[in-house]
């Protein structure tokens, strides 16, 4: 994580529990490294359109529209150590959803 959050980086997603010590963490990182950093618990957080709902690291939910930037994007993933490998691909595939609509409307017009 210490090595990923000195990359040039557009956001990161930290994927984990909200119960967790070690995801808050990872949060809490990427933030001290001033990252625009959104800690989900499941894909459901994403969406519908430009939407995300995610936690701080000091445990506040906030939602926010327009979160992913436009065009092509450095995203940093991360998760805790006990979040399944199933939850974090199906974060990705959702943010990928998203940008695969953006850039067929964008070739559309």
């Not at 926010?64 to 805790?80: A, D, H, Y």
């Amino acid at each position: 994580m210490h090595k990923l959050v000195k990359e040039k980086l557009d956001f990161m997603l930290v994927v984990g529990g909200w119960n967790s010590d070690n995801t808050s963490h990872l949060q809490e990182i990427a933030e001290l490294h001033g990252i625009p950093s959104y800690w989900i618990d499941s894909e459901e957080r994403i969406g519908p359109g430009y939407h995300i709902a995610y936690k701080l690291k000091h445990g506040e939910l906030v939602e926010k529209e327009n979160w992913l930037p436009e065009g092509p994007v450095t995203i940093g993933v991360t998760s805790g150590a006990s979040t399944p490998n199933k939850v974090v691909e199906d974060a990705l595939i959702k943010v990928f959803d998203i940008k695969r609509k953006e850039a067929t409307a964008t070739s559309i017009v």
